[in-house]
């Protein structure tokens, strides 16, 4: 048995499926490129995956991850042309490599996260004064935040998850946000235009999300999920190979 990572981006015309949505969308996906798949065991059976932290509903994104196991091994060059002929809509392949089995999952690794907030050219909003805001936001030592829909009302410290904020465009306003995520979460992007932004979801024009980058934490070194020499290789696993 074999894992495979894949990095793959989530377009404009797969923004508004919801994570449970895409997963499908992935599996379809994998099933026509005939790759060797492993499934779990038991009556309902299905496709071992471990997806990455999913993006919300409306956003794009840039870089993708999931973690494919496979029963057999073949040249990563063939399976990475597989994928690309049978990429469905909105979602588009861009790497794949071979990693450790041992290898942690996406989700049990603390990882950063960049974002871009774009808004319209005509958006009626104050870059100073958001700025201003984003400012304040990141000179507080915290900020307890009681979540709505959550399972516990307990406040949590939002601002620990926030590594920067920063305006990169004014003329057609654009911003870009760098979250921390862990096993103890993140912050939430309805959040970030309520309390770094200073926006009012129900007034304000809302922007488009786009997720850019991801970066895993292997010993305390934040690297690129398809660097395979931050991973431990097993030396009875063949060399890992890399395609893009």
């Not at 091994?73 to 861009?94: K, V």
């Not at 979540?147 to 410290?157: G, L």
């Not at 020499?229 to 097993?234: E, H, L, M, R």
Request: proline letters at 6%; hydrophobic letters at 40%.
């Amino acid at each position: 048995m074999i894992k495979m990572r894949m990095r793959y981006s989530k377009e404009e015309e797969a923004c508004l499926l919801s994570h449970h949505e895409v997963q499908a969308a992935l599996v379809r996906w994998l099933r026509r490129s005939n790759l060797p798949l492993v499934y779990s065991k038991g009556f309902n059976q299905r496709v071992r995956i471990e997806t990455g932290i999913p993006t919300g509903v409306g956003m794009v994104s840039l870089q993708e991850y999931v973690d494919v196991h496979l029963d057999a091994y073949s040249p990563i060059a063939d399976r990475a042309n597989a994928l690309e002929r049978t990429a469905p809509p909105g979602l588009r392949f861009l790497a794949a490599v071979d990693i450790p089995l041992t290898a942690p999952s996406l989700m049990g690794q603390p990882m950063i996260l960049r974002y871009e907030y774009t808004w319209a050219h005509r958006a009626n909003i104050d870059a100073e004064q958001m700025k201003a805001r984003m400012t304040s936001f990141l000179a507080l030592p915290m900020l307890m935040v009681e979540r709505e829909n959550s399972k516990s009302h307990a406040p949590k410290d939002i601002r620990k998850y926030v590594l920067t904020a920063q305006i990169s465009t004014r003329t057609s306003l654009r911003a870009h946000v760098g979250v921390f995520f862990d096993q103890s979460g993140t912050i939430r992007m309805d959040e970030v235009i309520k309390y770094i932004f200073g926006l009012d979801a129900k007034v304000a024009p809302m922007p488009v999300i786009t997720r850019q980058s991801v970066l895993l934490n292997m010993s305390d070194v934040f690297v690129d999920p398809m660097d395979v020499a931050a991973q431990a290789v097993s030396p009875h696993r063949p060399k890992n190979n890399h395609h893009d």
